[in-house]
Structure formats: structure tokens, C-alpha cells
């Protein structure tokens, strides 16, 4: 049989390091989404907060990273940290640390939004059937804040998982890293192994991404009214 | 911290040529981005057979997939099977491949909020499907559409800063080959960080404008 | 209704439905040159689909829609070209809001009938005067009232020089004090021989501008009558008891 190349991906155990590097791709979103969200709730919290300044700061806060690419950030923080605070920091704590510095921002905001848009009277009219505070926390406020928030906030960790494939860019020996690693041992081997391995990556990236992408329109379709 | 102006002044040249390139990639990214959406948002509204499946399925493609991975598969993969293309030919069919599909959707929703009264009103005087398009909804769906297209442009421009990847001399390859060769960690950094405000932070309040005025005011003021 | 006038539309046992819900069942009604018919019934009597199926808006699941020799309810209808001899004024006016007053009704005459520019000029010009908004014609949709909208809306169905003009509730969206301004076009329109179908809330204007009146309930028509005999002496009691209602909000 003549050599495709795409045999590449099955010898030895390329496919298992494969998927172990987007493994590692996943847990790096899956622990700034999370780190992100806990902090980013606080900081939708203080958002609508009436004081100017400190609404100025946490604003501030946001357009930083929404202006800025967060290759930038990622740069900023594995370049300049170890001169400037003279500790050395690995890319992955660099990469977790932007990403969940980035998450609570775009959280905040996503929560911040919620909050703001929560109608007056849906509370006033809990009142008047004499729910406690407790009750109207819990039937009320928090199921109607999690419907405005929940596809924005999927659709921000989808943008995050493909955000993540720049960490090898600050050497994180993560999917695309081991794809570039089976390409280099197999240049002569297998000389089209960079056609496969990148499109397989492609694919993988999609596998992922995809799913989350059709929850996110299901539940904005489901709730828009 | 003692800035180094000096340095600071010498590396000017570099990330001034590093801006361009990457203003160059952007505009024609962003402009062939515009046209791919053009074309495909009118495609899936009227719901032409085949090709509709075949729009839809490169926007999903385009969407849940990182601008980074697409590059490596053009730049690297690509070649293995005869496609051979420049590092920027590379970086802006790329870009185009990732904000077509982002173009395409902000086309697309602008043409849907055109208002179904609209439309029977256009019929009302016996404009045909095409006059229809050309007379009243396009023009009303394009004028919709301006804040998601700006959104977009953004997006794009902030997304060259991945084109570094494929060996090119943009803005981060500048600072890293600075900090690597001179040890001017705090100055490359900061620049890099000052040139992408200088590119970003105008459009982007540019955009905010636009937007409020698209949300507050219609044709006629 | 015998009458020597020239028989514009006529249609027959008409049937709407939407899916399994009839919404209307079997209409029934002759339009001749020069008449103007308005319908009257309570909200949901299916008297907006009935004017919005003879501009082809809604699809008809059976009987029939002569025009001119046609019939409009057969699948093979060229609406395009039936819609220029049958106008369509709405509810919400619908203007083109990127477009100015002027190129909203000019749009119709030159790219559908490509007509000759300035004659259609002329003719836009003229029908603006006549309802007195000749001097905004070069403002935005938005810069106008809602009445003054409307009236621009009737300006650019009647520049396609219609056989015939459907008004579906044209007022109903606007502020009381606006009405007057809109209703004095269309019975102007009336009194200079225009064919018009209007549906309508408004009763009073029913009366003075209709030479018949139809009463709709439940997609049927109940009755067919002199505007001046309807509303002193309905037929079925259903008009009656329609009519008692508005009586009584008029209180």
C-alpha cells in the first residue's frame, strides 16, 4: 500500500499523546473558567456598585483585556515577570493566571449585564405575594440571572478553549506542541505528517468546541423570550 | 524601574514596520472577510440547495476552531499536498477563513431584523424578490449590521497578533526577538503593549460611538 | 347590489386556513368600480387576513379571486404584476426608514413600472400637495408623525395608479389627534371615485365614506349592507350586538 501518511497518527502511541496534549489544552480552560467565574461573580457584583471610580477601575479592567490580545497578556506575564519580581513563572501558571484574570472580566461583565437587566418590578411583584427574601432569591432572581447568563458564559469558555491553543506559543507542552514533536521525529518517515497532524488537530478542536457551541445557541434560543 | 529610552528610541523603526505589517494583514483579512460574508449571508438567506449546507458547515468549522491551529494547517500542512503559499498569502487567507465566518453571521442577523412588515411592503408595490433585496432589505440589514462588522474588524485585528506563529515579523516576534537578543524585557513589552493601544484603542472608541448612534438614532438625522 | 358600474373583483367561496384553525370559511363578495366597502367585525373575525390574501400576502386554500379575467387564487398568479393594480396600505405605514419620503413612493414607479422619472416626479409631487406634505419630501421616515406617515403610505400605493386600494386598520396605530388628518385623505380619495376596501375600527368614518358595509364574525361574512342601513338597522343579531359594544365605548 502506498504511504498516505495518515498512518502517522495511529504508530506507537501518537494518538494517546495527542489527546493527552488536549487534555491539557482542556484542563487549563476548565481551571480559568472556573477560577474566572468565582472571581468574576464577585466582580459583577461590585460592577453595579454606584461609585464612580471604583466603576471606572473595573470597567478599565475589562476594555485592558478586551483591547488588548491576550497573546499580549500571555507574553507580558511569561516575559516580564521573572525580571520584574524576579520569580519565575512556568507557562502554565502564566497561561491559568491570564486566562482567569481574562474569565472574570468578561464574567463580570456577563453578570454585571444580568443584574442590571433584572426588571424592578419581577421584585417588587415577588414582594407583593409575600415571598421572603430568601424565596425570592431563590425562585425569582437567581433561575431568571442564570438564563441571561448561562449562553454568554458557555460561549466565552468555548472562545477560551480556542484561546488556549497560544500557550504553546510560551512553551506548554500542550496538543499542538506534541503534534509538532510527531511531525519533527517523523520528517523523514513520513514527510506529508504535517498535513495530518495539523488537520487532525483541527478536527479535535472542533470536536470540542462545536458541542459547546450548539448548548449555547439551544439554551439563547430557548430563553430569548 | 530605569527605562532604557534610549533603546526604546532605536527600537521604534522595528515595531513601526512590525504595525504595518500587521495593519496590511488586517485591512485585506478584514476586506476579504467582508466579501466572503457578503456573498454567503444572501446565499443562506434565500436558502440556495447545496451551497447553503456547504456555507453553514465552513462557518461551524471556522467558529469552533482556533485562528492559531488553521495557520499551522495552512502553512505547514497544506504544502504536503502541493498548496504552497507565502507566510503572508498564509496569515491573510487565514484571517479571511476565520472572519468570513464571522462576517457571514453579522450579515445574516442584520438581514433576519429586517422586519417581516417590511418586507410584505416592498411586495405591497410589486417589487420583485431581487428589487426587494437590492431596495429594501439589504440596504436596511447593511446599516444593521455596521456594529457587529466593526466588532468584527476588531476581532481580526487583534487576531494578527497569532501570525507571529508562521514566521512572521509582526509586533510579538519583534518583542520577543528584543527581549531575547537585549535582555530589554520591560521596554519591548511595553511597546508591544503601546503599539497594540495605538492600533486598537481608536477603532474601538470609534466603534463604541457608532454603536450608540446606531442604537439611539435611524436614517435621517 | 345591482349595479351597472364595471365589476373590478369578484370572489367566490373563499377558504383560509392555517393548518387545521379555518380562519376564513367560504367568503363571498363582488366589488364594483368605484365602491368603496368597508369591513366591519370584532378582532380575530379574520377581516385583515381576507384584505391581506387580495394582495397575495397569504395563500388561499380554496375558492376563487376573479380580477380582470383571472383568478388569483390559482397557484400561477404573476402577484407582482397584480399587485400594481391592487395597492396595499398597512397598519404600522411601513415606510422604507432609509429611504426619504420621496424616493419611498418613487420606488414602485420607476423600478417596478419603470416609468419615465420626471412625469412620476410630477405625479408624486402633485398627490404629496393634495395631502398637503409636499414640503417634507425630502425628510427621513422618522422625522414625520404618525399620521403624516401614513398619509405618505396612501401617497405611494395610489403614485401606482391602482384599480384598487386595500387599507388594513390604517389608524389603529395612530394618536387619536392624528386620525382625522388620515382619514380626510381616504374620503377624499372616496369621493373622487377611488375603488377602495378598508378595514376598519373607526364607525363613524365607516358610515360616511362606505357605500356598503360587510360584517364579518368567525370568518364568514354575516351581512352585506348600504352603509346607512347597517348601522340604523343591522340584519343579524350579531351586528347588533357589535354594534351596542362600540356604542357603548363610545360612552
Redesign the interface.
Known amino acids: 500500500m502506498q504511504n498516505l501518511g495518515i498512518e502517522v497518527l495511529f504508530e506507537g502511541s501518537n494518538m494517546e499523546r495527542l489527546l493527552g496534549g488536549l487534555l491539557v489544552t482542556i484542563e487549563i480552560s476548565f481551571i480559568s473558567i472556573v477560577l474566572g467565574t468565582i472571581l468574576g461573580l464577585f466582580m459583577g457584583l461590585l460592577r453595579t456598585i454606584e461609585l464612580k471610580f471604583l466603576r471606572f477601575i473595573l470597567r478599565l479592567y475589562l476594555e485592558l483585556f478586551r483591547i488588548i490580545p491576550i497573546l499580549v497578556w500571555l507574553y507580558v506575564v511569561y516575559f516580564g515577570f521573572t525580571p520584574l519580581f524576579d520569580i519565575h513563572i512556568s507557562g502554565e501558571v502564566t497561561s491559568i493566571l491570564v486566562f482567569s484574570l481574562w474569565g472574570a472580566a468578561e464574567i463580570g461583565d456577563i453578570v454585571r449585564g444580568a443584574l442590571e437587566s433584572m426588571p424592578k418590578h419581577q421584585m417588587e411583584s415577588a414582594k407583593a405575594l409575600g415571598l421572603s427574601s430568601g424565596q425570592i432569591y431563590r425562585y425569582i432572581l437567581i433561575p431568571q440571572a442564570v438564563r441571561r447568563m448561562l449562553p454568554g458564559s458557555i460561549n466565552l469558555a468555548t472562545r477560551m478553549v480556542k484561546t488556549t491553543s497560544l500557550v504553546v506559543l510560551i512553551g506548554v507542552i500542550e496538543v499542538v506542541k506534541i503534534g509538532q514533536q510527531i511531525i519533527e521525529l517523523g520528517v523523514i518517515k513520513a514527510p506529508s505528517a504535517s498535513f495530518w497532524v495539523y488537520g487532525f488537530i483541527f478536527i479535535l478542536y472542533f470536536l470540542v468546541c462545536y458541542p459547546l457551541s450548539i448548548i449555547s445557541r439551544r439554551f439563547e434560543r430557548r430563553w430569548q423570550n | 524601574?530605569n527605562f532604557d529610552w534610549e533603546f526604546i528610541v532605536e527600537s521604534l523603526p522595528l515595531y513601526g514596520d512590525a504595525m504595518w505589517l500587521t495593519v496590511k494583514l488586517a485591512f485585506w483579512g478584514t476586506l476579504f472577510s467582508l466579501v466572503l460574508g457578503l456573498l454567503f449571508s444572501v446565499v443562506l438567506h434565500y436558502k440556495l440547495p447545496v451551497i447553503s449546507g456547504v456555507i453553514v458547515a465552513y462557518v461551524?468549522?471556522s467558529?469552533?476552531?482556533?485562528?492559531?491551529?488553521?495557520l499551522?494547517?495552512l502553512y505547514?500542512?497544506?504544502p504536503?499536498?502541493g498548496i504552497h503559499m507565502s507566510e503572508v498569502a498564509c496569515a491573510i487567507v487565514g484571517l479571511t477563513f476565520l472572519g468570513g465566518s464571522y462576517m457571514t453571521e453579522a450579515f445574516r442577523s442584520g438581514i433576519e431584523a429586517v422586519s417581516k412588515?417590511?418586507v410584505?411592503?416592498?411586495?405591497?408595490?410589486?417589487?420583485?424578490k431581487v428589487?426587494l433585496a437590492r431596495?429594501?432589505i439589504l440596504?436596511?440589514a447593511y446599516?444593521i449590521s455596521i456594529p457587529s462588522l466593526g466588532a468584527n474588524a476588531i476581532f481580526l485585528l487583534?487576531?494578527t497578533?497569532?501570525v507571529?506563529?508562521i514566521a512572521l515579523m509582526d509586533l510579538?516576534n519583534v518583542?520577543?526577538d528584543l527581549?531575547g537578543m537585549h535582555?530589554k524585557?520591560?521596554e519591548?513589552?511595553t511597546l508591544?503593549?503601546v503599539s497594540?493601544?495605538i492600533l486598537?484603542?481608536p477603532l474601538?472608541i470609534v466603534l463604541s460611538w457608532v454603536e450608540r448612534k446606531v442604537r439611539y438614532a435611524?436614517?435621517?438625522d | 347590489m345591482g349595479d351597472s358600474r364595471e365589476l373590478l373583483l369578484e370572489i367566490k367561496n373563499l377558504q383560509k386556513s392555517y393548518g387545521d384553525r379555518k380562519v376564513l370559511e367560504g367568503i363571498d363578495l363582488r366589488v364594483r368600480k368605484g365602491e368603496v366597502i368597508v369591513i366591519l367585525g370584532p378582532s380575530g373575525c379574520g377581516k385583515s387576513t381576507f384584505l391581506r390574501c387580495l394582495n397575495g400576502l397569504e395563500s388561499v386554500q380554496g375558492g376563487e379571486i376573479q380580477y380582470l379575467g383571472r383568478n388569483l387564487a390559482e397557484d400561477q398568479v404573476d402577484w407582482r404584476e397584480i399587485r400594481q393594480h391592487i395597492g396595499m396600505v398597512f397598519q404600522n405605514y411601513d415606510l422604507f426608514p432609509h429611504m426619504t419620503v420621496i424616493d419611498n413612493i418613487l420606488l414602485g414607479p420607476l423600478k417596478v413600472q419603470k416609468r419615465d422619472k420626471t412625469e412620476a416626479l410630477q405625479q408624486a409631487e402633485q398627490l404629496l400637495d393634495r395631502v398637503g406634505l409636499l414640503d417634507r419630501k425630502d425628510a427621513y421616515p422618522r422625522q414625520l408623525s404618525g399620521g403624516q406617515k401614513q398619509r405618505i403610505a396612501i401617497v405611494r400605493a395610489l403614485c401606482m395608479n391602482p384599480d384598487i386600494i386595500l387599507f388594513d386598520e390604517v389608524t389603529a396605530s395612530l394618536d387619536p389627534e392624528m386620525v382625522r388628518e388620515v382619514l380626510d385623505v381616504i374620503q377624499e380619495l372616496a369621493n373622487q371615485g377611488m375603488t377602495m376596501i378598508i378595514v376598519t375600527h373607526e364607525m363613524g368614518f365607516a358610515k360616511s365614506v362606505g357605500d356598503f358595509i360587510v360584517f364579518m364574525d368567525q370568518g364568514k361574512i354575516c351581512e352585506i349592507r348600504a352603509a346607512a342601513q347597517f348601522f340604523t338597522r343591522p340584519e343579524t343579531e350579531r351586528a347588533q350586538h357589535f354594534l351596542d359594544i362600540f356604542q357603548y365605548e363610545k360612552l
Open positions: 524601574m461551524e468549522l467558529r469552533n476552531t482556533p485562528l492559531l491551529v488553521q499551522f494547517f505547514y500542512g497544506l504536503k499536498i412588515s417590511q410584505e411592503s416592498g411586495l405591497s408595490i410589486g417589487l420583485s428589487q431596495y429594501v440596504p436596511q446599516a487583534k487576531e497578533s497569532i507571529g506563529a510579538m518583542a520577543k527581549i535582555y524585557t520591560a519591548s513589552l508591544l503593549v497594540y493601544l486598537i484603542l474601538s435611524e436614517f435621517g
